[in-house]
């Protein structure tokens, strides 16, 4: 049975772990933090895993529909008799699913890091900050209600900044940070407006209760399409806004801009956050609002499609064109958010038609082992020749075989060939996408081709190009301006182990019989298997995998000429579409100009200025009397006299007056 | 003509304004201290005539100039117990060198 004790150890371990760093591990035991951290995350771990095995094989499922389950819940703000906020836990299977990703890949990032992160200065500080990430992450998942993923949302948006400005001796690092919170603050804003609107109108800000008002026939189901603004539903709108939250946090269009820049964080980081986790969230929450979106306003859902789509096939196009390692894996994990952001958006809700969402959480669980892996690989490769960028790397394979292989397996996996992990959860989101909307198929189907083409572009430029020689492999800066020397081995077990087991899961995770489990209505969903249907994605996988063979396997001119006879497209993509250059010009030139500074104008002469007349009036006056006040107690005496003859005389032409 | 109210008037609002003149423009301590007993006396003198030429059959302007007497001895032996007090501070009776709470 469900214990809801052991439940609440899931999120409760990390952050105890974070309290315990933060306020006696950093000054008293800094060197144990990081075995202290990964064995925290080692339990939570073995909490999920036992807490999963139980949801889905004993105690989820009822007459074969998963159930919601909410073992914890207790009232935290009552702000009157019906409205309140509750804080609980909500078990489904997606929010399953999450908490075992979540803490899997944080355990293995913690392992990682040991051998990583050795040797760092921050070293107890940066496991400190990993693990008030994984509670952060823990809590949104499993959050009951809008408004307490609304809270975890925050929290994780303040860890990825603090992880993100770890070096923040490097102004880039501080800049990356600052952009990367900005900009899903603006977001947020949208996400926050959208919980008013639909919370509202629902009348409450329970997940369950808000879903079942908004998909059945109720007055607030009424109250909320009747209500309009600016041509749009209410509800449209609500969803929209929720929607442009998790775009912001998932990177989508155009709010990805923050990030290829938070590559600036140490590497596992990156793979942690900004691959595996983090950046999911917001296909988490489409999908936890799926019913909304699906039953009461598929326009709402189309842009969700349409947002994915293009920003899939946006950034596949210019992760082609990069050579910082680190920026090419962000835009590939753009590019497969998107993939997972447009399945959502083609999916229709129960039965049959929940193919997409099913392959969405597919990807989702899928993506997750092989992007970290690639993350991991590329920090390792990072970690051996000192720098981020593609032309000081070559001929690697020979130098780190684990590396390579587990590289090269991510690659595949993610390029989509057979039997790698990748191939099926991208097969059913290109199947969803085939059954409703060709448009979509077809720009999808060329994005698994140019995917597959920059994967192997970054695979053959790391490990076999050029051969390195030793001089390339020593100079340049570290990544992480590493004090250690340089080291002529792969890494220590600590760096290799996470390779291994996430390269193996690779492999593997593709026979995860997902229909059964994660599902949007609950039910079993029975995928088929369709050859014809696989063969046309597999070959243009492969046809990207021999092009970049071609370009990149040895040394050779044929890259560059073809980027000069591209020449307008490719310095456009590689300088990634302007965008940087638009939101820049947007917020300098047009924002600061026209709002801001006639904002600061009025706020320094006309609100300042009033109390600032105050206050020199009052200063000037004080001045000049000020003299009167001498302390001399006989001119005080000559004040009071000649007050006294004054009144006197007063007094006198008064009553001589009459 | 003898001496009426009109003359003793101006006798005590001449010591009333010496005795102002004085505590105004004196600097030593002591020499206020009888300035303000002038002002004192002059009242005292006030009192008497009016009562004397006014209300002869009353004895209140008596009352009240024993009272002024009694308080200005009191104030006297106050007064001085002061200034007493700030020469051994300041080796100075000079008002103006008492001025250490001044700011």
């Known amino acids: 049975m469900l214990s809801a004790a052991l439940i609440a150890l899931i999120p409760l371990l990390p952050i105890f772990c974070f309290l315990l760093i933060a306020l006696l591990g950093k000054n008293a035991f800094p060197k144990f933090c990081g075995v202290l951290g990964t064995l925290s995350i080692l339990g939570s771990f073995v909490l999920s895993a036992v807490?999963?095995?139980?949801?889905?094989?004993?105690?989820?499922?009822?007459?074969?529909?998963?159930?919601?389950?909410?073992?914890?819940?207790?009232?935290?703000?009552?702000f009157s008799p019906n409205v309140s906020i509750d804080?609980?836990?909500?078990?489904?299977?997606?929010?399953?699913?999450?908490?075992?990703?979540?803490?899997?890949?944080?355990?293995?990032?913690?392992?990682?890091?040991?051998?990583?992160?050795?040797?760092?200065?921050?070293?107890?500080?940066?496991?400190?900050?990993?693990?008030?990430?994984?509670?952060?992450?823990?809590?949104?998942?499993?959050?009951?209600?809008?408004f307490q993923i609304y809270i975890f949302w925050e929290l994780v948006g303040v860890s990825s900044y603090l992880l993100i400005g770890f070096y923040f001796d490097r102004p880039s690092a501080v800049a990356a940070a600052k952009k990367a919170f900005i900009v899903t603050r603006f977001a947020d804003l949208g996400f926050l407006i959208g919980i008013l609107i639909l919370a509202f109108y629902s009348g409450t800000l329970d997940f369950q209760t808000l879903i079942t008002r908004l998909t059945t026939p109720t007055d607030q189901l009424n109250a909320i399409t009747s209500a309009s603004f600016m041509g749009m539903s209410a509800l449209m709108w609500g969803l929209v806004l929720v929607f442009i939250g998790g775009a912001g946090k998932s990177a989508m269009f155009p709010l990805h801009i923050w990030l290829p820049d938070a590559m600036e964080g140490p590497t596992p980081v990156s793979a942690l956050i900004h691959a595996a986790t983090m950046v999911v969230a917001g296909v988490f929450l489409v999908a936890r609002l799926f019913p909304v979106y699906s039953l009461s306003c598929h326009s709402a859902l189309d842009v969700v499609a349409y947002v994915g789509i293009f920003s899939s096939f946006f950034a596949a196009i210019v992760a082609c064109t990069q050579t910082d390692?680190?920026?090419?894996?962000?835009?590939?994990?753009?590019?497969?958010?998107?993939?997972?952001?447009?399945?959502?958006?083609?999916?229709?809700?129960?039965?049959?038609?929940?193919?997409?969402?099913?392959?969405?959480?597919?990807?989702?669980?899928?993506?997750?082992?092989?992007?970290?892996?690639?993350?991991?690989?590329?920090?390792?490769?990072?970690?051996?020749?000192?720098?981020?960028?593609?032309?000081?790397?070559?001929?690697?394979?020979?130098?780190?075989?684990?590396?390579?292989?587990?590289?090269?397996?991510?690659?595949?996996?993610?390029?989509?060939?057979?039997?790698?992990?990748?191939?099926?959860?991208?097969?059913?989101?290109?199947?969803?996408?085939?059954?409703?909307?060709?448009?979509?198929?077809?720009?999808?189907?060329?994005?698994?081709a140019i995917t597959a083409f920059y994967m192997f572009r970054l695979y053959f430029s790391i490990f076999w190009n050029k051969d390195l020689t030793p001089a390339l492999s020593i100079n340049g800066e570290g990544e992480n301006g590493h004090a250690h020397g340089h080291s002529k081995s792969e890494g220590t077990g600590s760096m290799l182990m996470p390779l291994i087991i996430l390269g193996t899961l690779s492999l593997i995770a593709g026979f995860v019989p997902f229909g059964k489990l994660v599902t949007s209505d609950g039910k079993e969903l029975l995928t088929e298997f369709h050859i014809s249907f696989s063969v046309a994605p597999v070959l243009l996988a492969s046809a990207g995998i021999l092009l970049a063979y071609n370009f990149y396997k040895k040394e050779n001119e044929k890259p560059q000429s073809v980027a000069d006879g591209l020449k307008g497209l490719y310095s456009a993509a590689y300088k990634k579409f302007y965008i940087d250059e638009i939101y820049l010009f947007v917020t300098k030139k047009l924002v600061f100009n026209l709002i801001g500074r006639p904002a600061a104008w009025f706020d320094r002469n006309v609100v300042d200025g009033t109390m600032n007349m105050i206050a020199t009036v009052t200063e000037k006056t004080s001045y000049s009397i000020k003299a009167i006040q001498s302390g001399k107690l006989q001119q005080y005496s000559i004040y009071f006299f000649s007050g006294v003859i004054g009144f006197v005389l007063l007094f006198i032409y008064w009553w001589k007056r009459g | 003509m003898?001496?009426?109210?009109?003359?003793?008037?101006?006798?005590?609002?001449?010591?009333?304004?010496?005795?102002?003149?004085?505590?105004?423009?004196?600097?030593?301590?002591?020499?206020?201290?009888?300035?303000?007993?002038?002002?004192?006396?002059?009242?005292?003198?006030?009192?008497?005539?009016?009562?004397?030429?006014?209300?002869?059959?009353?004895?209140?302007?008596?009352?009240?100039?024993?009272?002024?007497?009694?308080?200005?001895?009191?104030?006297?032996?106050?007064?001085?117990?002061?200034?007493?007090?700030?020469?051994?501070?300041?080796?100075?009776?000079?008002?103006?060198?008492?001025?250490?709470?001044?700011?």
């Open chain 1, 51 to 78: 807490v999963a095995f139980q949801y889905f094989f004993q105690v989820g499922k009822v007459n074969g529909i998963y159930q919601q389950l909410i073992p914890i819940k207790f009232e935290w703000l009552q």
């Open chain 1, 87 to 146: 804080m609980g836990i909500l078990l489904d299977p997606i929010s399953v699913m999450m908490i075992l990703i979540v803490t899997f890949i944080s355990l293995m990032v913690h392992i990682y890091s040991l051998g990583y992160m050795k040797g760092e200065e921050r070293y107890a500080t940066y496991y400190g900050f990993l693990s008030l990430f994984t509670f952060s992450m823990l809590g949104l998942v499993l959050s009951s209600n809008i």
């Open chain 1, 325 to 448: 390692i680190k920026r090419v894996l962000a835009y590939s994990t753009m590019s497969q958010i998107g993939y997972m952001m447009f399945a959502l958006g083609v999916s229709g809700y129960g039965g049959e038609h929940g193919l997409g969402y099913m392959a969405s959480m597919f990807h989702l669980f899928t993506h997750a082992m092989f992007k970290a892996l690639l993350f991991l690989g590329a920090g390792a490769v990072i970690h051996y020749v000192h720098s981020n960028e593609m032309k000081d790397m070559g001929g690697l394979r020979k130098l780190m075989p684990i590396t390579h292989i587990t590289f090269l397996i991510a690659c595949l996996a993610i390029a989509g060939i057979p039997p790698f992990a990748g191939f099926f959860s991208k097969e059913e989101i290109l199947q969803a996408a085939y059954q409703s909307n060709k448009m979509i198929f077809f720009v999808a189907i060329l994005t698994a």
């Open chain 2, 2 to 103: 003898g001496i009426g109210l009109t003359q003793i008037l101006f006798v005590s609002t001449a010591l009333f304004f010496i005795g102002v003149y004085g505590f105004l423009t004196r600097r030593n301590m002591i020499t206020m201290l009888m300035a303000i007993e002038l002002i004192l006396n002059s009242i005292n003198i006030n009192f008497i005539a009016f009562n004397k030429y006014l209300y002869a059959d009353k004895l209140d302007g008596l009352f009240f100039t024993v009272f002024i007497i009694t308080i200005a001895a009191a104030e006297a032996a106050v007064a001085i117990a002061i200034i007493i007090n700030l020469y051994r501070s300041y080796k100075s009776i000079d008002i103006e060198d008492a001025d250490t709470m001044k700011y």
